[in-house]
């Protein structure tokens, strides 16, 4: 892209940035610029070309990958065996029967590394997987009858292996096969009644979609005004938790970052064995089902077949992308987010589609900006007219307007992770809650996906906000998570929101991400919220008024050092002037020695020395410090050293930092983690109660931060025996998470259910 740039007229470079001439006029202009010049033929061969990108099927690269997957297998690294197989599966098409049994076999070789992981069903729908594409393939009902024999499936094993019998020619498979088949007669008789039922239970995928069962959704109506342009508002009085919107997104795509981890259709993790595309190397899908509603061609069966979705049916999104050019692997995610709602609203036949009327802030823009959208548009125009040959002419004008609509308007897909989803290409099950161990429950979210909705997106921001929105696969849902009453504006916050970051840092990180001045109620003046975040304890020892410290936002502590800091700040509640400079450079200093010892063990011995009058922003860094150190490996060998560190670490807080501060709740809630590690959660229960009660004046009792911390003291009560704290916090929990997630919420957190279900049991175990 840079060399397009550098090839440009400077002439139309500055007509371009300076916006003075009309988008069409300098989108011409640019277009045919690329139409003489050599340096923009070649990047959009490089594009467009499958030839010359790795986007492509290749047999060779297939048979390559198959090859590095069996000597993984062979040494036993069955992790990246499996990688290998899926890639080589990625690769493989299954236009001639050479590469269909290329296929079956790294499916059966999949399933056979799938099986030595101990991944028996994912194992077995690969086997399935090569029958289907083979029948007559002996291998694979042999390792698909194997598999089942482990699965206690004895029945259908001897179905398989009878199977393997007919293809079987050598005289010695033959024997073998019924050698097996006597055992497994054996194992079938001896298989008792109680095995049976155990084995009977069906797993419960808690990736796939449940139809839901429908909530009333209440009437929302559009606004526009002239300083926020659309906006949503109800038309009703609402409690907090009614649902005021489903909706399917008119386009979705998967993030960069999440391409090898999440379904490129559903954004729901990646199974071990995932799907390829059938005619390109570019997307992994989680089952057959989504990789046929991605390219247009496949029942409802993926999403259960909910309304919803009607929509999607009729899009096929990847179908322009998949022709084994690079372009929509290469391009920035938002570009081909754009071509994905322009390609699907000339299908619908609306050229001026629902999305117009969505503000794109052009004029807003910066110059280079305004040349990044134009090289960009014109780049997608002659890709999509390579692909479909039937686009007009002035489409990169339209492109312009478009990439900067979605910038402005998409909405980022958040998938939450459970528990143990910190190592990737698991099965997602839920974690064992039901032993006493001190692992911490927390809700945490991770974006995946970039979308956008007609109507949700109109949804204004506030950084104090009364909806809250929620996904299940690609559908959303947004429910009010304050009372509203009718008439008002329906707003989410995009980004950073009250009690996250302080006011003047949210504004400015709205106004460079979405080119606006927030004037929300919460930006109006400096709130409680705001104050809070970094409060420091006044000098007077009998006083409780807060000092408000130096103004930094979590997101950016490294950049604390760069900033001037206020020399002096008046306490709230007295009036006398607490001086926070000398604060600051001491913390400099100690920073600056913490930097030089960073990989040394010296770190916990400064730890345990530095003195109480070193104070604020040294202690925020040294929050940071431990919590990267608690995680590390070989945190276990210093339990002991790190309990007093952290310790002594809180006591010098508490010093320094006012009590309601939210930096003091960071901390307590560091010593209930460490002492939990350290196996003293007895101990750490009221740390984490110190830590509710200081973010509960941060935000508010509802807030979904605030669940976060009481699901974490319930898994410690729970670890410390103390059902009755664990259950009266779990209510608490109950109740945010149905007003956030609706009353379905367990089937997206399975692991909240599963503490409930073993604090039930152990509830009533203490009452009788
Ligand atoms: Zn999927
Ligand atoms: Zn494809
Ligand atoms: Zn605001
Ligand atoms: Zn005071």
């Not at 526009?224 to 949503?232: C, I, R």
């Not at 929101?497 to 109620?521: H, K, P, V």
Request: hydrophobic share 40%; net charge negative.
């Amino acid at each position: 892209m840079e060399g397009v740039k550098a090839s440009l007229p400077q002439t139309l470079v500055r007509e371009i940035e300076s916006g003075l001439s009309s988008v069409e006029s300098t989108c011409t202009a640019l277009a045919s610029h690329f139409s003489h010049n050599h340096v923009c033929f070649q990047l959009l061969q490089q594009l467009i070309e499958p030839g010359m990108t790795s986007c492509a099927k290749d047999r060779q690269t297939a048979l390559d990958c198959k090859g590095e997957g069996n000597a993984a297998f062979g040494r036993a690294s069955f992790k990246h065996a499996l990688d290998c197989y899926t890639k080589g599966l990625r690769f493989i098409s299954l236009n001639t029967q050479i590469d269909v049994s290329h296929a079956a076999t790294l499916l059966v070789n999949r399933a056979a590394t799938l099986h030595r992981l101990e991944l028996l069903d994912a194992a077995v729908q690969d086997c399935t997987r090569a029958i289907e594409l083979q029948p007559d393939y002996a291998k694979a009902w042999y390792r698909r009858g194997r598999i089942q024999a482990d699965l206690r499936n004895y029945e259908n094993a001897v179905e398989d292996m009878k199977k393997v019998l007919s293809l079987e020619s050598s005289v010695g498979g033959q024997k073998q096969v019924k050698r097996e088949m006597a055992d497994l007669e054996i194992l079938m008789s001896e298989m008792t009644v109680l095995d049976e039922a155990s084995h009977m239970i069906p797993a419960v995928d808690s990736r796939k979609w449940e139809p839901r069962i429908m909530e009333s959704v209440m009437d929302t109506s559009s606004t526009w005004t002239p300083e926020k342009q659309w906006g949503l508002s109800t038309e009703q009085n609402l409690e907090p938790g009614s649902l005021i919107l489903q909706e399917a997104p008119y386009a979705a795509i998967v993030l960069k970052a999440c391409r090898n981890s999440h379904c490129h259709y559903c954004f729901g993790q990646l199974p071990a064995n995932p799907m390829a595309c059938n005619t390109c190397a570019i997307p992994l899908y989680c089952t057959e089902a989504c990789r046929d509603k991605a390219l247009g061609c496949g029942s409802d069966r993926a999403t259960g077949g909910s309304l919803h979705l009607q929509n999607d049916i009729l899009s096929g999104e990847h179908k322009h992308e998949c022709g084994g050019a690079s372009w929509s692997a290469v391009l920035p995610t938002d570009a081909v987010l754009a071509a994905r709602i322009f390609v699907r609203s000339q299908a619908l036949g609306h050229l001026d589609n629902q999305l117009d009327g969505f503000c794109h802030h052009y004029e807003n823009l910066s110059g280079m900006d305004k040349l990044d959208l134009h090289v960009l548009a014109v780049v997608m125009a002659n890709v999509l007219k390579c692909n479909s040959g039937e686009v007009t002419d002035n489409v990169a004008a339209k492109l312009v307007l478009l990439i900067a609509r979605v910038r402005a308007n998409a909405m980022a897909i958040v998938s939450i992770s459970s528990p143990d989803t910190a190592v990737p290409m698991t099965e997602l099950s839920a974690p064992d809650v039901s032993s006493s161990t001190s692992t911490l429950l927390s809700i945490e979210q991770v974006k995946v996906a970039q979308a956008v909705y007609v109507k949700a997106s109109r949804m204004n921001h506030a950084c104090d906000p009364n909806v809250h929105v929620s996904f299940q696969s690609r559908c959303l849902s947004a429910r009010t998570i304050k009372s509203v009453l009718a008439g008002a504006p329906l707003e989410i916050s995009y980004g950073p929101q009250l009690g996250e970051m302080f006011y003047e840092d949210r504004q400015a990180w709205l106004r460079e991400r979405y080119c606006f001045t927030c004037t929300c109620s919460a930006c109006k003046h400096i709130t409680h919220s705001d104050l809070l975040l970094i409060a420091l304890h006044c000098s007077k020892a009998s006083c409780e008024g807060v000092v408000p410290g130096p103004a930094v936002s979590p997101a950016t502590e490294s950049e604390a050092f760069q900033r001037t800091l206020q020399k002096q700040a008046q306490c709230l509640g007295c009036g006398t002037l607490v001086d926070v400079a000398t604060a600051s450079i001491a913390a400099k200093e100690s920073m600056e020695e913490l930097e030089r010892s960073d990989s040394s063990p010296l770190f916990w011995v400064l730890v345990g020395n530095f003195g109480s009058d070193k104070r604020c922003l040294w202690v925020f860094s040294g929050v940071c410090r431990i919590k990267s150190e608690v995680s590390s490996p070989s945190a276990g060998k210093n339990l002991k050293v790190m309990v007093a560190a952290v310790l002594h670490l809180l006591g010098c807080c508490r010093d320094v930092l006012h009590s309601s501060s939210k930096q003091l709740a960071r901390v307590e809630d560091l010593v209930a983690q460490v002492l939990c590690t350290a196996d003293q959660p007895q101990d750490a229960i009221s740390h984490c109660q110190t830590s509710i009660q200081i973010l509960e004046q941060v935000y508010s009792q509802d807030h979904i931060a605030v669940a976060n911390e009481r699901l974490k003291l319930t898994s410690i009560a729970h670890a410390a025996g103390d059902t009755k704290c664990a259950l009266l916090n779990l209510g608490i929990v109950d109740r945010i998470m149905r007003i956030h997630y609706g009353p379905h919420y367990s089937v997206m957190f399975p692991y909240i259910a599963s503490l409930q279900q073993v604090l039930d049991k152990s509830g009533s175990f203490v009452k009788n």
